[in-house]
């Protein structure tokens, strides 16, 4: 996927950017280079490799040190919603800003 001068541009204006043409030109062979790398790794064969959760179990064995997934603390939904200017069954309702 190759970029050009016009991707850029129209990249930079959706970023509020206003680079220089030759910036505009050194941006467009980064990106370039950047979407190489990302077809070069497209292309590895990845078929039965285990996702890592860290880097470390690649070398090593790791155990997860995981919590007991267990409620500590009480609801205090009404406490935190009392100073809210509208509740209306135990959701905050705040003024429309979309049509």
Do not use: W
Not at 49 to 65: D, F, G, H, K, M
Not at 77 to 96: M, S, T, Y
Request: charged share 25%; proline share 6%.
């Amino acid at each position: 996927m190759a970029l050009n001068l016009d991707d850029v541009a129209r990249l930079a204006k959706l970023a509020r950017l206003a680079p220089s043409p030759e910036q505009q030109a050194t941006l467009l062979t980064q990106l370039n280079g950047f979407f190489e790398h990302v077809e070069a790794m497209r292309a590895v064969d990845t078929r039965g490799v285990q996702p890592l959760y860290t880097p470390l179990s690649a070398v090593q064995e790791v155990s997860l040190r995981l919590r007991e997934d267990a409620v500590t603390e009480s609801d205090q939904r009404a406490a935190n919603q009392a100073c809210a200017p509208a509740v209306e069954d135990g959701l905050f309702l705040v003024p429309k800003v979309i049509e």
